[in-house]
């Protein structure tokens, strides 16, 4: 069964500090592997789309690695803001579907 | 990147009565799009996939009867909770796939999402 596990399922950090997130996956056949930031009552925003061949890839404070043979990504956030606070998603994506995980929630304290 | 609206935002209606929620691919030609719910704390349930000028893609457990998917142009689907209860309270968001490409790598640009309340 293709399933996406993420951890934590929420995270209390204080502003200016990093953390990271975990996505375990076992869907196949792989195609590429997105992470979404959800605002509360918003849809969600892509942050970084990666196919099998990427190990990591970056978009501002957010960095994202993937690695295919464990069927393993992670998500950095560095320096966070209070504005980081929200519901992060995994995303695994085959030819016909979308697997969503059931998200991080990080919330950012002053 | 692309933009996707919905409208409204939020809506309140009574039992029984039906809700429309449009979503519009605003900068693009959007042939595919497709229709999630979420409830608090879970993440997004796929409800059906919508192509242009077809029928809908319902998934299991889905009642198309119930929940109407109308994509009558390529940067416009709509969405109709026929008769609704307060167990379809929940979150309405589309995603329109992006232009070109093939599935797999086409990105999702989601919408804002419909906050439904049955009373």
């Known amino acids: 069964k293709n399933q996406v596990e993420q951890s934590p399922q929420s995270l209390i950090i204080l502003e200016g500090k990093n953390c990271t997130l975990q996505?375990?996956?076992?869907?196949?056949?792989?195609?590429?592997l997105r992470w979404y930031k959800q605002d509360t009552g918003r849809g969600p925003v892509s942050l970084t789309i990666?196919?099998?061949?990427?190990n990591t890839k970056s978009n501002g404070r957010y960095t994202a690695t993937l690695d295919a043979d464990t069927k393993q990504s992670s998500l950095h956030i560095t320096a966070s803001q209070l504005s980081d606070s929200a519901s992060y998603i995994c995303?695994?994506?085959?030819?016909?579907?979308?697997?969503f995980g059931s998200g991080t929630r990080l919330q950012v304290q002053p | 990147g692309a933009v996707v609206s919905q409208h409204p935002s939020w809506v309140i209606c009574k039992s029984g009565t039906s809700v429309k929620i449009e979503c519009r691919s605003l900068?693009?030609?959007?042939?595919?799009m497709f229709w999630y719910r979420q409830f608090p704390k879970q993440s997004l349930m796929l409800m059906a996939t919508?192509?242009?000028?077809?029928?809908?893609?319902?998934e299991q457990g889905v009642e198309k009867d119930k929940f109407l998917i109308n994509h009558a142009s390529l940067t416009l689907s709509t969405l109709t909770v026929t008769s609704a209860h307060p167990e379809d309270s929940s979150f309405y968001i589309c995603?329109?796939?992006?232009?070109?490409?093939?599935?797999?790598?086409?990105?999702?640009?989601f919408g804002p999402g419909t906050r439904l309340t049955v009373l």
């Open positions: 995603s329109a796939m992006g232009p070109g490409g093939t599935y797999s790598y086409n990105e999702q640009f």
């Open positions: 996505c375990n996956y076992t869907v196949s056949p792989f195609s590429n």
């Open positions: 990666m196919t099998f061949s990427e």
């Open positions: 995303v695994v994506v085959t030819r016909r579907a979308l697997t």
């Open positions: 900068d693009f030609q959007a042939t595919t």
């Open positions: 919508s192509n242009e000028g077809s029928k809908a893609t319902y």
